[in-house]
Each structure stands twice: as C-alpha cells, then as structure tokens.
C-alpha cells in the first residue's frame, strides 16, 4: 500500500500517518479506522522485513472531559511497562493529530466470550493479580520508593492474596 493511503484518507490525517511512517522507519501497509467515538486507527506498519500491528489511540478533543491528559495515559502505560505489567509498547506519541501509537496486541475485549468458565476465572485471578501489582508500584519516581503490598480480596474467585 505504502503511499497509497494518502488517496482514501481524510486530509487531515495525512500528517499522523506521515509521523508514524517516519517514528517507526517503515510504511503503512494497512491501515482501518476503529469504529469508536474516539478517533483510533489500527495500523500495520512494515519494517525491517516484519509487520508491526500498531494501535493510534487519538485524543477527543472537544469530548474530552476528563481529568488528564492524553499525554498522561501514554506516562501510565509507559510506567506500567517499566514495572513489567502486561500493557501495550508505547513507540511515542503524535504531536497533531494528538495520539499514542501503540503495539496493538491479540485477544479479546469481551469477557464473556471466554472458551470456558475455567477461563473466565483464570482471566478474572490474573486481573486481580495485575491490580494488586499496579498499585504496589510508587507513580512518584522522584522518591524512589515502592508502595507497601497491596491485599485484594475477590470472594467468588480466590480467598485473599497479597502482591508480590
């Protein structure tokens, strides 16, 4: 595809695509718009003989009432990574439009499409098992500490546990 997305994308994406192409050193050799209220957009970008699956999360603009900026989340992600919690690898952020290009990663968003309800459990332990995780990481890094572990407790899965 490589320069051909230019002919049946929208102008105004034009540069974040051209950022991507240039951040990452590849093309984009398949690109879909995700079907949300948020612009996103996955990407398959081609690279030293490889596809890399990424994920352009844009930020909603005008929509976004929330408390923190985008910039924030790609800080979370990037901790959480260092921290060696499962999160998508943040390649960097795209000045205009605004948004995190991100590995797009398999699976399913879905719960209940689990293969079996032994699935569905495991799954909800080693959620429980990640939160319990995050929240024994210190978002401060200026003062160098941990917080103490963290005990969550979830009664229909597991008696209570503590982070590691």
């Known amino acids: 595809m490589g320069a051909a997305w ?4 929208a102008p105004e994406w034009h540069p974040a695509f051209e950022w991507v192409e240039r951040t990452l050193g590849g093309r984009i050799v398949r690109f879909e ?25 844009g930020d909603r603009g005008a929509l976004d009432h929330g408390v923190y900026p985008l910039e924030h989340e790609m800080k979370v992600l990037v901790l959480l990574e260092k ?18 290009v991100m ?3 398999p699976g399913r968003s879905n719960l209940a499409t689990a293969e079996s309800e032994a699935e569905r459990v495991s799954v ?14 210190d978002p401060d890094p200026a003062r160098g500490g941990r917080q103490p572990p ?15």
């Open 83 to 100: 921290h060696g919690i499962p999160v998508p690898h943040v390649f960097g952020f795209c000045p205009e439009p605004r948004g995190i």
């Open 103 to 105: 590995q797009r990663c």
């Open 6 to 9: 230019r002919e049946s994308l």
């Open 150 to 164: 963290t005990t969550w407790t979830c009664p229909k899965l597991r008696a209570p546990r503590t982070s590691p």
């Open 124 to 137: 909800l332990d080693h959620y429980g098992d990640l939160i319990a995780r995050m929240h024994a990481i």
């Open 33 to 57: 718009r995700h079907p949300r209220w948020r612009p996103a957009w996955y990407l398959d970008v081609e690279r030293g003989g490889e596809t890399v699956p990424l994920y352009f999360r």
